[in-house]
């Protein structure tokens, strides 16, 4: 069986430390068993791993997601990328041509698809492991994974079993779904066996690649990827399982939490106050997490939440952090931080000017040994300032080692690439008619090749 972990997500429910770029399943605000920082990506890959899963497992993601997986979970991990942020079902749609095309799985193989968010023990993972069973022993075209409910949610959609008895390892066929319900038809549904859908089912590989076919859609990978910005940006339940009739649950009794919230994400940290900063003994139940380098004083505030980043400051109590996403729905900006596969960076300033030209000041931190790609920009300049480390820089086919205190300029149309030798922070100053992601002109990527066109030129 092949595990297809889906990480998405606008960054809104958890703003300011989430944004486009850094979604809520990247803050490092979990403790791991070692007592580390860890994000929840991080924490489901070491349970993949626990659980003997992690080498059949795969990450489907839009290109945005890529570096920030890389960097919290190694170079290594087998990406699936999607061309442009869609719904789930053109994201289940290109991995099926993925794994068919390119990773050579048969047809008749078992596909899981799961969240790469889920806060859950590893006995999870095990269930999530006997869907494979559940297909075979039900004959069922979809087998989806429902959590047994410890109360009437409404904050979670239900898998409403038929009255049929269960099947021998307990799967139950499906009647029919329902999305939040209010609390007294939730009690209702519980009554009837109901399951909270977790968002994780399992189908035959071939199964969905009939259904595209069907759909007068390619079953290359590539293909599919050119095509990619044609598809109905629909979700999977809707263009797939809600016409599916031949359904089966399999009910999971172990603990199950989705922390899309403040309030739930809270309660799962270990500690009310991360960053700088003071929170008084009398302000109880809450909870402050500072990612910024002033300190934030709070005192005899209770069962609030204040988050503050580069990308702003929230403050709210606990039961209405849910509304961040309904307030912030016309707010666009820029991401302030973001983690890359060398580092990470966070915004210090921006400003445009009347007559439309831009500064943007960066300070950026590249890990020893990481490099930043050979690239060049035709709508700005750049300044790097070297505040600490050492480093080699390849300026238009020249190398030069810089050290802290060293000021590197680097004109328009300038080739230029960095390896830092040593960690490495520098302040960058960009200027210029659009500071844009795709005036980044990507030469290449790999040291050895940026090396390599030194020595050729």
Request: glycine share 8%; charged share 25%; hydrophobic share 40%.
């Amino acid at each position: 069986m092949k595990l297809v972990l889906l990480s998405g997500g606008s960054g809104k429910r958890l703003w300011p430390l989430s944004n486009d770029s850094r979604s809520k399943q990247f803050l490092r605000v979990l403790e791991s068993p070692l007592g580390e920082p860890e994000s929840m990506v991080q924490r489901v890959w070491r349970q993949l791993k626990e659980t003997g899963l992690e080498r059949s497992s795969y990450l489907a993601t839009g290109r945005g997601q890529v570096e920030m997986i890389q960097s919290q979970l190694g170079s290594g991990v087998p990406i699936i990328v999607e061309p442009e942020r869609r719904d789930t079902f053109p994201a289940i749609a290109l991995t099926a041509t993925y794994l068919y095309s390119v990773a050579g799985v048969s047809p008749s193989e078992i596909v899981a698809i799961l969240p790469v968010d889920p806060y859950v023990e590893s006995s999870f993972f095990e269930s999530v492991a006997k869907l494979e069973s559940t297909m075979e022993d039900s004959g069922a075209n979809l087998a989806l994974m429902g959590v047994i409910p410890e109360h009437a949610s409404e904050k979670y959609g239900y898998i409403i079993p038929t009255d049929e008895a269960a099947g021998e390892n307990g799967f139950m066929r499906v009647s029919h779904f329902q999305e939040k319900p209010e609390r007294k038809q939730a009690e209702e549904l519980i009554i009837r066996n109901a399951l909270w859908n977790c968002g994780v089912f399992a189908f035959r590989l071939g199964y969905l690649l009939d259904i595209l076919q069907r759909k007068g859609l390619p079953l290359g990978y590539e293909e599919m990827q050119k095509q990619y910005k044609l598809l109905a940006s629909i979700s999977f339940d809707y263009e797939v399982v809600e016409k599916e009739d031949n359904i089966v649950v399999q009910p999971y009794s172990g603990f199950w939490k989705d922390l899309g919230t403040w309030n739930t994400l809270t309660e799962e940290m270990t500690s009310n106050h991360v960053g700088k900063g003071f929170i008084t003994a009398d302000s109880e139940g809450t909870c402050l997490v500072n990612e910024l380098d002033i300190p934030i004083t709070v005192i005899g505030a209770k069962d609030l939440i204040i988050a503050a980043s580069p990308d702003g400051i929230l403050v709210t109590h606990k039961a209405e952090s849910p509304r961040i996403k309904e307030v912030l729905k016309s707010f666009e900006q820029r991401p302030m931080y973001e983690e890359r596969r060398w580092g990470h960076y966070r915004v210090i300033d921006y400003v445009k000017y009347d007559e439309g030209n831009e500064v943007l000041t960066k300070r950026i931190f590249i890990a020893e040994g990481k490099n930043i790609s050979y690239q060049l920009h035709h709508k700005r300049s750049e300044i790097w300032t070297i505040v600490s480390g050492e480093a080699s820089i390849v300026l238009n086919e020249k190398m030069h080692k810089v050290k802290a205190g060293d000021v590197v300029r680097i004109p328009e149309g300038t080739k230029h690439a960095i390896l830092a030798l040593t960690d490495v922070e520098f302040i960058e100053v960009q200027t210029g008619s659009e500071l844009v992601e795709e005036d980044n002109i990507r030469i290449t990527l790999d040291w050895n090749d940026i090396e390599l066109q030194q020595f050729i030129s």
